[in-house]
């Protein structure tokens, strides 16, 4: 293999300004540039009158990176478009929330053969290309289309829903058709691999044979390939500077009282509003609670020219309010709702400082923050897990207090449980949770999907299927 080359809608390797701010898949894709001598191309998230296709190359940290400007249409119509009010709504499988504008999948089609384009001349012999997420979907079809041979793999973050809610999407099939041209795809769980095995056998009459897909002539490997954290790097900086300032002055503002955290982007797939609801539902049946416990809710804003997004941002200021004037006293309230960001230092200290990490989301394709909250606490003191089976880490961290985010009364006595748990139980737990975030932290997951990328069903292979 001559070089790696990372594509993905936004680009954002770590340097020494922003160390303290970036995620972990940003870190470990930056490792893995390093390692291959890689490039990094995605969109600059600048727009410019008309598109040019000049690529801006630079150095970042030991990283190279390949950044393309976008005219304002591409953006309205691909990212605010397509990418944000028709996929991921459909994907999430919230289709009452899902978009369909032929604008929109014109301008998605046009940035993905733009990419194409402005990529390719960048694509040398032997080189692998490692395409990330729903943005970029068509992207492998419209290198080919410019005659690129290299191996190429996708990845996809997020869930993959069942086949009835995909079939809503109009021309369904011509998207998923695109996959095809891919040597290896990637899903986070089993769950979402096997959604997409039954929508290529009912769909495209494709069937699977010992992960490898056969449909309409070709032969694509797939597989799940769960992401994870750098663990143990995550735990060090718990005990770092920067997290034990932000522990101590959670510890103080606690005042003796217990935390339940959650750590979320301001969307409708995280449960937020559910959440709340739950925990306005444990004061109400467990009024022991009330006076020492609170909710710290962190709720970074996100795509705010999304409407879904205005609308979510909305209820939970008035659900949070409503909730906070019913049960406050004059030095207690029930929920600290806080809509900003933290620097992943600062929030290692905070997970630190919670009894309880709450992570409910409604859908998720694997959800970081579980493994962040278990990976920073304290061995000898450790707090509890309370998770979503409805997140992709459900999967792999059954030791959690698993919930139906749904039901606000299983939620409220998990959060009860949780709350009164043994120190011996909670220990044991977070024993076993961390061996399992340790064993699949994220550098395993990397290596994984690259070395299924070079191996498994070849170009030569489909070129092969397709002429019998």
């Known amino acids: 293999m001559s070089r790696l080359i990372v594509v993905s809608n936004r680009v954002n390797p770590p340097s020494d300004a922003n160390v303290g701010t970036t995620g972990g898949l940003a870190m470990a894709l930056a490792a893995a540039l390093r390692e291959y001598s890689g490039v990094w191309f995605g969109w600059s998230g600048e727009t410019v009158e008309a598109f040019t296709g000049q690529i801006s190359m630079q150095k970042v940290a030991g990283v190279t990176v390949a950044l393309v400007d976008l005219e304002e249409q591409d953006r309205q119509e691909y990212y605010n478009g397509y990418a944000n009010k028709t996929l991921w709504p459909l994907l999430h499988s919230r289709t009452d929330l899902a978009a369909y504008e032929r604008s929109f999948g014109e301008g998605y089609q046009r940035v993905n053969r733009r990419f194409a384009e402005t990529l390719a001349p960048l694509i040398g012999p032997g080189d692998l290309v490692w395409i990330h997420d729903y943005h970029l979907i068509p992207m492998a079809q419209e290198l080919r289309r410019l005659g690129v041979t290299n191996r190429i793999g996708f990845f996809l973050h997020i869930p993959w829903p069942s086949r009835q809610l995909m079939t809503t999407l109009p021309q369904h099939r011509e998207l998923v058709e695109t996959m095809l041209a891919y040597d290896l795809i990637g899903f986070q769980t089993r769950d979402a691999l096997e959604a997409f095995e039954d929508y ?54 606690q005042a003796g009282r217990k935390m339940i955290l959650g750590v979320d982007r301001l969307d409708y797939s995280k449960g937020l509003e559910e959440r709340f609801h739950a925990y306005e539902q444990l004061l109400a049946d467990h009024p022991q609670w009330r006076e020492q416990v609170f909710l710290l809710q962190i709720a970074t804003p996100s795509r705010d020219e999304v409407e879904a997004y205005q609308e979510i941002r909305a209820r939970l200021d008035g659900v949070s309010g409503r909730i906070n004037g019913a049960y406050a006293t004059v ?119 690259v070395q299924a990328l070079q191996g498994g069903a070849g170009r030569g292979e489909l070129r092969e299927v397709a002429a019998n």
Request: charge should be negative; aromatic fraction near 8%.
């Open 331 to 449: 030095d207690w309230v029930p929920i600290r709702y806080v809509n900003r960001g933290y620097r992943r230092d600062q929030l290692a200290g905070i997970y630190r400082a919670a009894e309880v990490g709450l992570v409910t989301p409604l859908r998720d394709g694997m959800n970081l923050v579980a493994k962040e909250y278990v990976a920073a606490q304290d061995p000898e003191d450790p707090g509890v897990l309370v998770l979503s089976r409805y997140a992709g880490a459900a999967e792999q961290m059954e030791e959690a207090v698993i919930v139906n985010p749904f039901s606000r009364e299983d939620m409220s006595e998990a959060l009860a449980s949780a709350l009164a748990m043994p120190r011996a139980e909670r220990v044991s737990r977070w024993e076993r949770l961390m061996a399992g975030v340790r064993r699949d932290d994220v550098a395993a997951w990397r290596d994984a999907f």
């Open 200 to 253: 290529a056998a009912r769909e495209l009459d494709g069937h699977v044979d010992d992960g490898v897909l056969t449909a309409q002539g070709r032969r694509v490997a797939i597989g799940a390939f769960p992401i994870g954290i750098e663990a143990d790097a995550f735990a060090q900086t718990a005990q770092g500077p920067e997290a034990q300032a932000a522990f101590a002055v959670m510890r103080a503002s």
